[in-house]
């Protein structure tokens, strides 16, 4: 049962946050993330540690909540808990200033000994919460919390505080990973003396891997885009830790970043030259004047202007910048870095600025605002990545009309969709491989887009800026997975999805996209229920039909019929009449499709083809075998006045409310060995008199039948057309409603050669 009064309460653990201390990417997830989660209606405690960077004006406003020791190998450390409310997140500063009163986050002897307190302050503080709040997930960032959910479950698991808690691993960059001495383990972790813990965090003879301990100790794993939690599962990209990622493969899914809109957003952003919107941007040709003019390069603005702001290293595909920059330069687009990292990809780039004066411009430093002013002033953002878990300057760029040229990997593939010169769709420019002359190529489709096709261009940039690159999508995302770990919490109504409301016990198994149009319209036809809910399955079972697949689409069709006061009425009807319809409806179904196929350029018969084609190519498979069923039925079912009457009136009432029986007539196909021998038989000589009819009719979905969602918008169309196909019945007098009703108990030689004919008409 679930608790209605609970809210999900979060720890969410990192080793930066902006925007008291940051470093990359990590630092913009944690200061965002959680405040999302807030919104969407969870409880989060952000935790951080409180390094001597961060800023007086946030530690004043810090107040001293908690303080505890913490056992570690053969010491024990102070461990203080310093609050502090921000944007209405709670963040607990964990204090420790042998640890982190230092001038840098990392890069020190002692890393391993200070994230391993770090990891196990986080367990042994979720004692010391506020009152009231009980950690229900605790959520790991990166290599420098990942050994919070091996001293959970080594130290703690029993305790009736911890019971509850589930954690959740997230991978950032798999590259770094935290490898140190296999001594810290007894020295530092003291788990040498517990076999499972000390065999699972060992990675060689001689070295431990804190990030490899959390993926194997995680209940849950999750890293920053979908593609690259596919990558990172092959040698290739998963640095070593491939093997073990894709055996516990179940337990990882990819969730894209978000960005702060409110943050970086062109309409009301202080640190650039002028404002602008969507729709008015003439602003942005402002920034790129005086961008321009800043960086010494020509004030021109029938030249396209690309910048990079990155780290100058192999990772961020310098060596691909480094080979084709003389071609770039040279063909008349100008370039502006921004960055440092490796002294060769520095001085090359200095190199560039000397022989293309006026074209090419290198900022060899570290300058936010600079970075803001080129997001916004330039034409293209290059980002040429040899991996790229999610990347957020490409999803930055687009937010300020700047058109990103990405290789095909990671978040960069997720994010940026390439331009389709055909369709006009698209909001960057790609290429695959990480070769230097493919991303030339990029650079001069884009630029030749600049130069001779505006308009286009013009677009291109409305649909990147049009683009929702927000957390509340991404938040959502993180708490389906809070929440399928722990069902017995309720979740709140505001963040629950429409589909999840509606009552529909059976059908909450299914994929919400499925669910969508049945819900919004609960009281539609049967047959527009069955479009919807299994067309393509119905497809997919041709010749062979498969009882389970039949019985699956069967209980699914009865499960929508009882929403409809119409389906309990079809409900109630006898067998015996069941099976006379079902002939009727056979047969008025044959002439509605011959008629659609022939009257081929209306296209209001071309959307009902559309979207009877995919049950009705099934019901021409199987014909030989379901008419000779309900044949064989009808000749002893029909010979009473009272199922006469039945049928006749069944052939008055609307093809939408009858055309599901055949899912429940086809199992009565199988009844008996002879009548499945002579339908085989039959089957054989059908196909070898009609192939082109078939054909005709199997052309049709394959061009049009699209997925269910747009079958159900053309519905309505065809329902409203059924009807017409009925007062024709004297063109084909063998599928009339009327022949079917004279004509009570046929020969099983007669209902033989009458099915060859039709099939041969047809």
């Known amino acids: 049962m679930a608790d209605s009064s609970k809210k999900m309460q979060i720890v969410f653990a990192s080793a930066e946050c902006a925007p008291f201390v940051k470093t990359g990417g990590l630092g913009d997830v944690a200061g965002s993330l959680p405040a999302a989660l807030v919104r969407a209606g969870a409880e989060v405690i952000v935790m951080v540690p409180k390094y001597a960077t961060i800023k007086d004006e946030y530690k004043v406003q810090m107040e001293h909540f908690s303080d505890f020791y913490v056992s570690l190998g053969w010491r024990n450390e102070y461990c203080g808990l310093e609050k502090l409310e921000h944007d209405g997140v709670t963040y607990m500063f964990i204090d420790n200033e042998r640890y982190f009163a230092r001038d840098y986050p990392y890069g020190f002897f002692d890393d391993g000994e200070r994230f391993a307190f770090f990891s196990k302050a986080i367990t042994e503080s979720l004692q010391h919460l506020p009152a009231g709040f009980e950690c229900d997930i605790l959520h790991c960032n990166d290599w420098q919390t990942a050994l919070a959910p091996v001293f959970l479950r080594e130290f703690y698991q029993g305790l009736p505080l911890y019971d509850r808690v589930k954690t959740v691993f997230s991978i950032h960059n798999v590259a770094f990973q935290g490898q140190f001495s296999d001594t810290v383990m007894e020295d530092i972790l003291g788990v040498a003396h517990i076999p499972a813990a000390a065999s699972q965090l060992r990675c060689d003879a001689c070295s431990i891997n804190y990030m490899l301990g959390a993926l194997r100790y995680a209940d849950a794993i999750t890293t920053v885009s979908p593609t690259y939690a596919n990558e990172i599962q092959t040698p290739e990209f998963g640095e070593g830790l491939d093997g073990v990622l894709r055996e516990r493969s179940y337990a990882l899914q990819g969730i894209l970043n978000g960005i702060d809109v409110a943050g970086f957003d062109p309409a009301t952003d202080k640190r650039i030259a002028a404002n602008y919107t969507v729709e008015d941007r003439s602003g942005k040709a402002v920034c790129k004047a005086k961008l321009q003019e800043e960086l010494g390069l020509e004030v021109r603005d029938d030249r396209p202007l690309m910048v990079m702001v990155t780290r100058l290293t192999r990772q961020k595909g310098m060596d691909l910048v480094m080979y084709a920059l003389d071609r770039i330069l040279a063909g008349g687009v100008q370039v502006a870095v921004l960055g440092t990292g490796d002294r060769d990809y520095e001085d090359g780039l200095r190199y560039f600025q000397d022989k293309y004066p006026g074209t090419m411009a290198a900022r060899i430093e570290f300058d936010p605002a600079l970075s803001q002013r080129m997001y916004a002033a330039a034409d293209m953002f290059l980002m040429p990545s040899k991996f790229e878990p999610c990347g957020l300057s490409q999803i930055i760029a687009m937010r300020y009309g700047t058109l990103p040229i990405v290789r095909e990997t990671g978040g960069l593939k997720d994010t940026v969709i390439p331009y389709n010169e055909f369709t006009g769709e698209g909001t960057g420019f790609s290429f695959t491989n990480f070769n230097g002359d493919e991303m030339g190529d990029a650079v001069f489709r884009a630029a030749r887009l600049f130069w001779d096709n505006r308009d286009a261009w013009n677009q291109l940039v409305t649909q990147a800026m049009s683009q929702d690159f927000s957390w509340t999508r991404s938040a959502d995302k993180y708490l389906d997975l809070y929440f399928f770990m722990h069902p017995e919490i309720e979740r709140p109504a505001a963040v629950v999805d429409e589909p999840e409301a509606a009552a529909e016990p059976v059908a909450a198994e299914e994929p919400k996209a499925e669910e969508k149009p049945v819900e919004a319209e609960p009281a539609k036809a049967e047959s527009e229920v069955k479009a919807e809910v299994a067309p393509e399955a119905e497809a997919e079972v041709k010749p062979a039909a498969k009882p389970a697949a039949k019985k699956t689409t069967t209980r699914k069709t009865t499960a929508k019929k009882t929403t409809t006061t119409k389906a309990a009425a079809t409900k109630t009807a006898a067998a015996k009449t069941t099976a006379a319809k079902t002939t009727t409806t056979r047969k008025r179904a044959t002439a509605a499709a011959k008629k659609a196929a022939e009257a081929e350029s209306a296209p209001e018969v071309k959307a009902e083809a559309a979207v009877k084609a995919p049950a009705k190519t099934t019901a021409k498979k199987s014909n030989a075998t379901a008419?000779?069923?309900?044949?064989?039925?009808?000749?002893?079912?029909?010979?009473?006045?009272?199922?006469?009457?039945?049928?006749?009136?069944?052939?008055?009432?609307?093809?939408?409310?009858?055309?599901?029986?055949?899912?429940?007539?086809?199992?009565?196909?199988?009844?008996?060995?002879?009548?499945?021998?002579?339908?085989?038989?039959?089957?054989?000589?059908?196909?070898?008199?009609?192939?082109?009819?078939?054909a005709k009719v199997e052309d049709k979905p394959a061009v049009k039948a699209e997925p269910a969602p747009k079958a159900a918008e053309a519905k309505p169309a065809a329902a409203k057309e059924e009807p017409k196909a009925k007062p024709e019945p004297a063109k084909e007098t063998p599928v009339s409603p009327a022949a079917a009703t004279e004509k009570k108990a046929p020969s099983k030689k007669t209902s033989v050669r009458k099915a060859t004919a039709t099939r041969k008409r047809r």
């Open 627 to 694: 008419k000779k069923a309900t044949v064989a039925k009808k000749t002893t079912a029909t010979k009473s006045t009272t199922t006469k009457a039945a049928t006749t009136k069944a052939a008055a009432k609307p093809a939408a409310k009858v055309e599901e029986t055949p899912a429940e007539a086809k199992p009565a196909a199988k009844t008996t060995t002879r009548k499945r021998t002579t339908t085989t038989a039959k089957k054989a000589t059908t196909k070898a008199a009609a192939p082109k009819a078939e």
